[in-house]
């Protein structure tokens, strides 16, 4: 029964280059939502997606910053020109039905270092 | 808006001591819900417990339990006979849904270190 599951674990990009980060929700759950976790910090929502559609994205930079999640694949978390600022750890959630109050499961991370 | 507040940035203890870390909340709605989550050395987000604010009954699950008190804003976790194996960082957090969707708003975190 395999969790989430997020990749790379380990991202190293230089600043202006651009950076793709996976996520596969749980088997049976329809419904991923991103979090930054910056450093000694804790984690900030970003972005909720169910297949095809963003439904919240209310904590997303609005610049640079984009998610989606396609009706077959894994969701992406894409950042363009990346800053150094960029540099935290990024996960992905998952949950089956998407009912208000549900249990998040978490992804093990992608650590993103900007050069 | 919702906040969640865990004053204890790090907390050390001796092995087979009793802690217990704080979790203080703020929100508008009467409906919500509180999760604890653990981050080991490892890095990943370790699911814990997840209460909704219409049940006050305490949990007990081995070692931990957990003590949801609505009248005082609070939801602490106490760790009975700590142990090597508990040193993580644990995250408390809340879900607001009328107000803020299915985000979750996290605490800032405690670092927890058991010493053998």
């Known amino acids: 029964n395999a969790g989430v599951m997020q990749n790379p674990r380990h991202l190293v990009r230089r600043r202006g280059q651009e950076a793709r980060l996976r996520c596969s929700p749980m088997k049976g759950h329809s419904h991923v939502y991103w979090y930054r976790q910056l450093p000694e910090e804790g984690l900030k929502f970003m972005v909720y997606?169910?297949?095809?559609?963003?439904?919240?994205e209310s904590g997303m930079p609005k610049e640079r910053f984009s998610a989606e999640f396609p009706k077959e694949g894994p969701s992406i978390l894409r950042i363009q020109q990346v800053v150094r600022g960029d540099s935290a750890a990024y996960f992905c959630a998952s949950s089956p039905r998407g009912t208000r109050g549900e249990t998040q499961y978490f992804g093990p991370g992608t650590r993103l270092l900007v050069l | 808006a919702q906040k969640v507040t865990q004053a204890q940035t790090e907390i050390s203890v001796v092995e087979k001591e009793d802690v217990t870390l704080d979790c203080v909340y703020e929100t508008r709605d009467t409906t919500y819900y509180l999760f604890w989550y653990k981050q080991p050395p490892s890095g990943e987000l370790v699911f814990l417990i997840r209460?909704?604010?219409?049940?006050?009954q305490n949990e007990i699950s081995g070692r931990y339990s957990w003590n949801f008190q609505k009248s005082t804003s609070s939801f602490n976790f106490t760790i009975t006979a700590s142990q090597v194996v508990d040193s993580a960082v644990y995250f408390c957090?809340?879900?607001?849904?009328?107000?803020?969707?299915?985000?979750?708003?996290f605490g800032g975190g405690t670092r927890l270190m058991v010493k053998p």
């Open positions: 957090a809340l879900s607001e849904p009328l107000n803020a969707g299915n985000m979750l708003t």
């Open positions: 997606l169910q297949k095809e559609n963003i439904i919240d």
């Open positions: 209460r909704n604010s219409f049940d006050e």
